[in-house]
């Protein structure tokens, strides 16, 4: 299993006003985009992905026991598809992911 924190104090620049909707629009909006990068064999860890809602803050998870072996693990790369998949999707996605969320 991964476990990913979506934390406002991190993400925004005024983070007093961020409303747990705009904390559930980042994961709505990232999970989605992960998936080009995650490894793909029978889709099974990609499907797996999730984002709940804890207090002020969101997590998004990947529920396969194998998630965590194929993130660190996983050197066969497909194109984006390969290892340490969140934080190169991260990497990629955030602004748009970001200007989504406060466009709405």
């Known amino acids: 299993m991964i476990r990913v924190r979506v934390s406002p104090l991190r993400l925004f620049t005024d983070p007093g006003r961020i ?3 705009q904390i559930a629009r980042v994961g709505a909006e990232f999970l989605p ?3 080009p990068y995650i490894p793909k064999k029978s889709g099974a860890l990609i499907r797996s992905g999730s984002f709940t ?3 002020q803050t969101g997590k998004i998870r990947w529920m396969v026991p ?4 194929q993130s660190y ?3 066969h790369r497909d194109g984006k598809r390969g290892s340490k998949w969140v934080m190169r999707a991260w990497a990629a996605v955030r602004r748009d992911v970001i ?3 406060n466009r709405r």
Do not use: I, K
């Not at 194998?66 to 072996?69: I, N, S, T």
């Open 19 to 21: 409303t747990q909707a």
């Open 73 to 75: 693990l996983n050197h």
């Open 99 to 101: 200007r989504q969320v």
């Open 33 to 35: 985009r992960c998936e």
């Open 66 to 69: 194998y998630a965590r072996l």
């Open 53 to 55: 809602m804890d207090g």
